[in-house]
């Protein structure tokens, strides 16, 4: 039976892909490299270094490793001061009530966020109560679409991946989800989520009920 949902965090609960694409786009357009919707989508759910090596991908020559350092905390920084101002306002819709409802039907939350900035923003969207166990890529050494994160996340509730449910907007989360053995629903397109057992538009389409009953 089910008995923890494990959330990722950008792009599922806070509003921040768009945030993460801008960052990226800013960065590609000062570097002279090409960058539309569809390296976008790459990068999503994708760790900060492994999000440069696909945006350098096109690079006309070859960048030394403190070059590549010295891009991802530009990146890192185009980010970060956004941010900076972010606070409950920014979750979105319905997630607050989709973690709720989760705990509500008795299960336990996790949360398997791939940034290095989730401890940050937790606090500013003031979630950080919502969630049993946190896995952030400070925690973790195998980026999505490994299937650590999510398996560390499952370990942390004592659960078993086979009761848990992970939600992700990314195909590499997908991945991941699946690699460790769990269900996974899909939240946006179908075209770059094909793989999820279920789709939704949004996280405010997520209905525990669905899976428990
Ligand atoms: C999430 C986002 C990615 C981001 C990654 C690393 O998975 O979806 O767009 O690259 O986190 O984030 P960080 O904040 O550590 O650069
Ligand atoms: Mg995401």
Request: aromatic fraction near 6%; hydrophobic fraction near 45%; charge should be negative.
């Given at each position: ?173 997908i991945a991941s989800i699946h690699s460790a053995g769990m269900r996974a ?29």
């Amino acid at each position: 039976a089910l008995k923890g949902v494990i959330f990722d965090l950008d792009g599922v609960i806070a509003d921040t892909a768009i945030v993460h694409h801008a960052a990226w786009k800013k960065l590609a357009a000062e570097i002279g490299l090409p960058f539309d919707d569809n390296v976008g989508e790459r990068l999503k759910g994708v760790d900060r270094r492994g999000s440069l090596d696909i945006l350098l991908e096109h690079a006309p020559h070859a960048y030394s490793e403190d070059e590549k350092e010295a891009l991802a905390a530009r990146k890192n920084d185009y980010y970060r001061q956004q941010i900076e101002s972010f606070g409950p306002q920014n979750l979105l819709p319905g997630a607050r009530a989709a973690v709720e409802s989760v705990r509500r039907a008795g299960l336990k939350t996790a949360l398997a966020s791939a940034s290095r900035n989730a401890p940050l923003l937790l606090e500013r969207l003031g979630i950080a109560d919502l969630f049993d166990y946190v896995v952030d890529a400070n925690h973790i050494s195998r980026a999505k679409p490994d299937p650590e994160i999510f398996l560390a996340a499952a370990r942390g509730l004592g659960l078993a991946p086979g009761e848990c449910l992970g939600v992700e907007d990314a195909a590499a989360g997908i991945a991941s989800i699946h690699s460790a053995g769990m269900r996974a629903v899909g939240i946006g397109q179908a075209q770059a989520l094909a793989g999820a057992d279920l789709l939704l538009p949004d996280v405010a389409a997520f209905d525990i009920s669905r899976f428990t009953t």
